[in-house]
C-alpha cells in the first residue's frame, strides 16, 4: 500500500483502520478467488470461464430463480455487469453462499466461508467506532489467517498488515467509505435499477430487442413510482433512444430524447452536465435523420457543457468523436481528422489502449483516412478496433459487424475486390440476426456487397444488392435522404455499366437534386454525382457536357481533398477520356499521366486502377504514333488485369485486342 502522506492516530485507531482494511479489501480479494473457483469448477464446460465481462454476468443473472432476483435485487444490479471487481463482500458471500449458481460446496469451503461472513457481522456490528485493542485486533485477524489457510488464499497481505503501522489519506478514507456502506446499507436500489442495469448489460451485448424490454420495465416502475418529470426517467429515456436508434428505429429515438432533454432542462437547468449525454445522443439521431447542421449545434453545446469538466473527461472525448464524424460526413475532412485525434489521445489516457471505447476511435479514423485516400493507414486502425472489439466483445457483437464492414471498403477501395466481399459477407449474418432483414445497417452492408460485386464484373448481383439498399432506405429514411442519395449514385453506376442509359440519368439527377439541398454545392458527394453525369453525358457522345461536369468535379475535389486524393486522379483519367474522344490528344495523355502519377503513390503498382490508365495511356501513344510507349503501356495494363480478374475477363480480352492490333501497326 502507498504510505504517501500518513494520517496521525492513536495505537487504538491503526487497529480500528487496520480491521476494517481486512474486513473490506482483502476479504473480498479472498472471496473472489473463490467465487471464480467454484463457478469454473461448475461451468467452464458450458457457459465457460468466468473473465469478469458482461456476458459472465449475465449467465449467473439467468440461472437466479425469480424468488432470488425480487429478494436480492440490491446486490444484482451490480452483480449482473460480471466484474468482480464491483462485487463488494456482502455480494459475494450471497454468490458463494446463497445463489443458485453456486450449489453444494464441500464442507470445508462452506463452514470457512460461513465463518468468514459470521466474523466479518460481528466485527463490523461490535466495535465501538474508531477504537479496536490489541487483543481484539489480534483475535480478528487470527481467525481470518487461519479459515485463509484452510481455503488455500494467500496470507501475505494479512501479515502485511500486522505490520502496517500507518495509512495514507486516499487508503484510509477509501477504507472508511467501504466501511461506512456496509454499516448503513447505501447499496439498496429498486427493481427498477436493476431492469435499467440488466437492459445496459444486454445493450453491450448488442441484444437490442432484450435490452428494449428491460428498459420498458425501468420505464413503467420509474414513471409509476416518480412521476414523469423525474431525471431517473430522463435517465431511462436516454437509455430506450439509443436502443431505438440502433434498431434503425429514428422518430421513435428522437422522440425519447426530446423528452429527456425537456425533463433536463426543467429540472436541471440548460448548462447541467448530466445533459451532454441528451445532447449528444440528440445529434445521433439527427446524423441518421440527415439533418447535419441541428447535429453539429447539439454536439457544439454537448462539447461547451463538457469542457467545464476539464479537457481529460468521458464526455469530451465523446463529444469530440461525434463533432469528427459529422465533419466526416460534411466533407471537411481535416477537421474530421483533428477531432477524432483529440478524442483518441483522451480515451488512451483515460481508459488505456485495450478499451471498446479506443476501438470506436481508431474504427472513425480509419473511415476518415479512407476518406483521404490514405489507404494503409484506414487499414492500420480498422486492424486495431477489430482485434480490440474481437476480444472484448466477442465475434457477433454489432460493433464487430462495423468494423468487418469497415475493413471490406478499405480493400474495395485498394483493389482486393475479393477480400472485401468476404468481409462484407462476414458482417452480413451478424446483422441480419441482431438486427433483422430492414435495419439500415443491413441495408449498408447490401450497398458494400452491390459494390464489390460491380467490381468483380457481377453486375446483376451488383444491381440486386444495390436494390435492396434502396428499398430499405426509402422505407426507413424517405425520399430525401443522404443514404438515398447514395443508393441512386451507385444504382446510376450499375445502370450504365448495364448500358441503361435512361435509368443512368434518372439516378444521377435524383441522386444530384438530394446532395445539393442536404449538404450544399461543394460537398465531395456532389462532387461524385457530377462525376456520374460526366460518364452519362460522355456516353451518349454530349462531350463538351460530359467535360463540364467533369471540372465540376474536379475543382470540388481538389479543393475539399488536394491535389494528390485518388479521387482526384479518377477526374483526370475521365477528362483525359474526354479529351480522347474530342481528339485532343496532348491534354488527353496531360491528364492521364496525372492521375497515374497519383494512383501509383496512392494505390501501388499492381491496382486494377493502374491497369485502366495504362491501358488509356495505351490509346494515346498509338494515337501520337508512339508504338513502343504505347505497347509498355498495354503490357503493363495485362499484366495487372490478368492477376486480378484472369484471363478470360472482358477487360483482359479488350487489352488483348489492343496489344494485336498494335502488333499489327509495328509490323508495316
Not at 148 to 168: D, H, R, V
Not at 339 to 360: C, F, M, N, S, Y
Not at 367 to 392: E, F, M, P, S, T
Not at 418 to 426: D, L, P, S
Amino acid at each position: 500500500m502507498n504510505m504517501a502522506s500518513a494520517v496521525e492516530y492513536t495505537k487504538e485507531q491503526l487497529n480500528y483502520y487496520r480491521a476494517c482494511y481486512v474486513m473490506t479489501d482483502i476479504l473480498a480479494d479472498g472471496l473472489r478467488s473463490i467465487f471464480k473457483q467454484e463457478w469454473d469448477n461448475r461451468y467452464e464446460g458450458t457457459k465457460g470461464e468466468w473473465k469478469d465481462e458482461p456476458r459472465n454476468g449475465l449467465d449467473f443473472w439467468n440461472v437466479e430463480s425469480p424468488e432470488n432476483k425480487r429478494k436480492h435485487a440490491h446486490l444484482l444490479t451490480t452483480m449482473v455487469n460480471g466484474s468482480r471487481a464491483e462485487w463488494n463482500c456482502t455480494m459475494l458471500f450471497y454468490a458463494i453462499l446463497s445463489s443458485d449458481c453456486i450449489h453444494s460446496l464441500i464442507p470445508a469451503i462452506q463452514s470457512n466461508v460461513e465463518g468468514l461472513q459470521k466474523l466479518r457481522k460481528e466485527v463490523f456490528t461490535g466495535m465501538p467506532q474508531d477504537q479496536l485493542t490489541d487483543a481484539e485486533f489480534e483475535n480478528a485477524i487470527s481467525k481470518v489467517d487461519v479459515a485463509f489457510q484452510a481455503l488455500g488464499l494467500p496470507t501475505e497481505k494479512i501479515q502485511a498488515i500486522k505490520n502496517q503501522t500507518s495509512f495514507g489519506k486516499e487508503e484510509l478514507r477509501d477504507v472508511l467509505k467501504k466501511f461506512a456502506n456496509f454499516k448503513q446499507n447505501k447499496n439498496q436500489v429498486d427493481e427498477a435499477t436493476v431492469y435499467s442495469d440488466l437492459g445496459s448489460v444486454h445493450n453491450r451485448l448488442s441484444d437490442l430487442d432484450k435490452a428494449k424490454e428491460c428498459y420498458d420495465l425501468a420505464l413503467a416502475i420509474r414513471l409509476e413510482k416518480l412521476g414523469p418529470e423525474h431525471v431517473d426517467v430522463a435517465t431511462t429515456y436516454n437509455k430506450l433512444g439509443r436502443v431505438h436508434l440502433l434498431l434503425g428505429d429514428l422518430q421513435q429515438a428522437k422522440e425519447y430524447f426530446d423528452r429527456a432533454l425537456a425533463i433536463g432542462l426543467k429540472k436541471l437547468g440548460a448548462e447541467h452536465g448530466d445533459l451532454v449525454t441528451t445532447y449528444n445522443n440528440l445529434g445521433d439521431v439527427h446524423i441518421e435523420l440527415g439533418e447535419l447542421e441541428q447535429a453539429k449545434g447539439y454536439y457544439n453545446h454537448a462539447l461547451a457543457i463538457a469542457l467545464r469538466d476539464g479537457v481529460e473527461h468521458g464526455n469530451v472525448a465523446v463529444t469530440y468523436n461525434n463533432l469528427g464524424n459529422l465533419y466526416g460526413d460534411l466533407g471537411e475532412l481535416e477537421k474530421a481528422k483533428e477531432h477524432l485525434d483529440r478524442a483518441l489521445a483522451i480515451r488512451l489516457k483515460i481508459q488505456g489502449p485495450e478499451d471498446v471505447t479506443v476501438a470506436g476511435s481508431y474504427s472513425c479514423l480509419g473511415n476518415v483516412h479512407l476518406q483521404l485516400g490514405d489507404l494503409r493507414q484506414a487499414k492500420v486502425y480498422q486492424d486495431h478496433a477489430l482485434a480490440i472489439r474481437l476480444k472484448k466483445q466477442g465475434p457477433e457483437h454489432l460493433d464487430v459487424a462495423m468494423t468487418l464492414n469497415n475493413l471490406g471498403n478499405v480493400y474495395e477501395n485498394a483493389g482486393g475486390q475479393e477480400q472485401a466481399r468476404e468481409y462484407f459477407n462476414r458482417a452480413l449474418p451478424i446483422l441480419l440476426k441482431k438486427l433483422g432483414p430492414e435495419h439500415v445497417y443491413v441495408a449498408a452492408t447490401y450497398n458494400n456487397l452491390g459494390n464489390a460485386h460491380m467490381n468483380l464484373g457481377d453486375l446483376e448481383q451488383a444491381k440486386k444488392y444495390y436494390d435492396l439498399a434502396l428499398a430499405i432506405r426509402l422505407k426507413k429514411f424517405g425520399p430525401e435522404h443522404i443514404n438515398v442519395a447514395n443508393s441512386y449514385n451507385n444504382l446510376g453506376t450499375i445502370h450504365r455499366a448495364l448500358g441503361n442509359m435512361n435509368q443512368v440519368k434518372e439516378y444521377c439527377n435524383l441522386a444530384l437534386a438530394i446532395r445539393l439541398k442536404k449538404q450544399g454545392p461543394e460537398h465531395v458527394d456532389v462532387a461524385s454525382t457530377f462525376n456520374n453525369l460526366g460518364n452519362l453525358h460522355k456516353d451518349l457522345g454530349d462531350l463538351e457536357q460530359a467535360k463540364e461536369c467533369y471540372d465540376h468535379a474536379l475543382a470540388i475535389r481538389l479543393k475539399k481533398l488536394g491535389p494528390e486524393h485518388r479521387d482526384v486522379a479518377t477526374t483526370y483519367n475521365n477528362l483525359g477520356n474526354v479529351h480522347l474522344h474530342m481528339g485532343h490528344l496532348q491534354e488527353a495523355k496531360d491528364h492521364y499521366n496525372r492521375a497515374l502519377a497519383i494512383s501509383l503513390k496512392e494505390l501501388g503498382s499492381e491496382h486494377f486502377e493502374i491497369a485502366v490508365m495504362n491501358s488509356n495511356l495505351g490509346v494515346v501513344h498509338t494515337d501520337l504514333g508512339d508504338l513502343e510507349q504505347a505497347k509498355t503501356c498495354y503490357d503493363n495494363a495485362l499484366a495487372i488485369l490478368l492477376k486480378k480478374l484472369g484471363p478470360d475477363h472482358s477487360a483482359v480480352k479488350t487489352v488483348q485486342y489492343n496489344i494485336a492490333e498494335l502488333q499489327q501497326k509495328q509490323q508495316k
